[in-house]
């Protein structure tokens, strides 16, 4: 079935560095999406890509989905300790609505 | 997010007993997902459910029963719980389905279930 790469699946950073999780694929991506878990809480939905090349941008944060449609990326700029969390990508995983998750990337902020 | 409620958010049990997570949303959303989360595996997903009276096995289906009699409501039991299944169970809905990419989930707030 369809699986979706995630890398790194940890990152420390000191606060005001940058930060840049990415999730690889096989195949053809029809759309991605990314979501972010809060330490103790659950996903929430951030954004969704669905076109080639496509940048969306979101404050400090930047979404790329890759030209050949099988890969993108979320960049942070400048982190803060609000950004601690882990962020996952999820992609179609068939036809009946089901996403299939990356396993995530778990970003601590350094104050 | 407070269109989806799970309960309990907390739940001690012990191997071979019966347990049921239930899930309730209030947007009357047709599709309605079960989700695990561990560490080092990310969020499988255990089941889902198009509509009412339509469920379909996802990742890791083994050791769990789910029904969907209401659209709010998607309950999922643990027949005879293992060790192996204490884990964060997230319930979540969406508006639609497909891979279209218009099925952004909205997630409840978690059950933690320890199995001893």
Sequence with gaps: ?111 | DAGITQSPRYKITETGRQVTLMCHQTWSHSYMFWYRQDLGHGLRLIYYSAAADITDKGEVPDGYVVSRSKTENFPLTLESATRSQTSVYFCASSETGGGSGANVLTFGAGSRLTVL
């Design chain 1, 1 to 111: 079935g369809q699986q979706v790469m995630q890398i790194p699946q940890y990152q420390h950073v000191q606060e005001g560095e940058d930060f840049t999780t990415y999730c690889n694929s096989s195949t053809t991506l029809s759309n991605i999406q990314w979501y972010k878990q809060r330490p103790g809480g659950h996903p929430v939905f951030l954004i969704q890509l669905v076109k080639s090349g496509e940048v969306k941008k979101q404050k400090r944060l930047t979404f790329q989905f890759g030209e050949a449609k099988k890969n993108s990326s979320l960049h942070i700029t400048a982190t803060q300790t609000t950004d601690v969390g882990t962020y996952f990508c999820a992609v179609g995983g068939g036809s009946q609505g089901n996403l299939i998750f990356g396993k995530g990337t778990k970003l601590s902020v350094k104050p």
